[in-house]
């Protein structure tokens, strides 16, 4: 057994409240194709589609030049997104990453091979940040209530208990037997910080994978244009 060391390299109802209100704003509430007219200095005008797309509780706005045919590259980014969401939504008591985290302090537990990478992504930039993002964060939940009212802080004890459990450099990845393991119960693993830009980089992959060279995804405030060096995106 190999175990990557990472120095080496809502409530219940409202969680289930917002998976249906993004399950049915996904299937009944994307906008239809609208055209655009791109250019610069250097090239003639050109046409390009756009699709929105509402998935992982954010709007996703596509733009692909009007030949490419905006629906099939539409529906590739909307099957990775979902896919991210269902494997590393940590608000989805049956997601993968749900399952990790009801194990803290146990056994490991086997994840998919795409959670695994992203995990390790985030583990990565934990190193590269010094701890300033930290996937284990979410070990924080539930000691604010913001609904409160009027609002109160929580006890610090219960804080510096809670961040006594923050500390990403603990997450166990082994790579070989396809599993992670948090070494703490109370420990918990929330990827929100960097899964849409997974899922962005993803779904550019998937559409360069069907052929569509030129495009613009944009989701949550983050933007990720192909190719990168192009001066005709506005």
């Known amino acids: 057994t190999v175990t990557v060391a990472v120095a080496e390299s809502e409530s219940e ?7 249906l209100a993004e399950t049915v704003a996904e299937s009944e509430s994307e906008s239809e194709s609208e055209t655009e007219t791109v250019a610069d200095d250097d090239s003639a005008p050109q046409e390009y589609k756009k699709r929105t797309i509402l998935t992982m509780s ?7 030049p009007a030949g490419e045919g905006v629906d099939a590259a539409a529906d590739v980014v909307r099957e990775v997104f979902a896919r991210v969401a269902e494997r590393a939504n940590e608000w989805r008591p049956e997601s993968p990453l749900s399952a990790v985290n009801a194990a ?22 934990g190193v590269r940040t010094g701890g300033a993002f930290d996937v284990t964060w979410a070990a924080m939940w539930g000691l604010w209530d913001f609904r409160a009212d009027p609002p109160q802080p929580p006890p610090l004890a219960e804080v510096a208990k809670r961040i ?10 082994d790579a070989q037997a396809g599993t992670v393991r948090l070494p703490r119960k109370g420990m918990k693993i929330g ?3 960097i899964a849409k830009g997974w899922a962005l980089d993803e779904s550019a992959a998937a ?14 405030g983050q933007v990720l244009p192909e190719p990168v060096w192009s001066r005709s995106w506005p």
């Open 164 to 173: 006594a459990l923050v500390d990403f450099r603990q997450v166990e990845v």
């Open 104 to 125: 803290a302090g146990g056994e490991p537990t086997a994840v998919p091979d795409d959670l695994r990478a992203l995990l390790g992504r985030g583990l990565r930039l």
């Open 207 to 220: 559409l360069q994978k069907l052929g569509v060279a030129s495009f613009m995804m944009s989701a949550g």
């Open 13 to 19: 109802s409202e969680t289930v409240t917002v998976a």
């Open 58 to 64: 954010t709007r996703l706005d596509l733009m692909v």
């Open 191 to 193: 990827l929100g910080g």
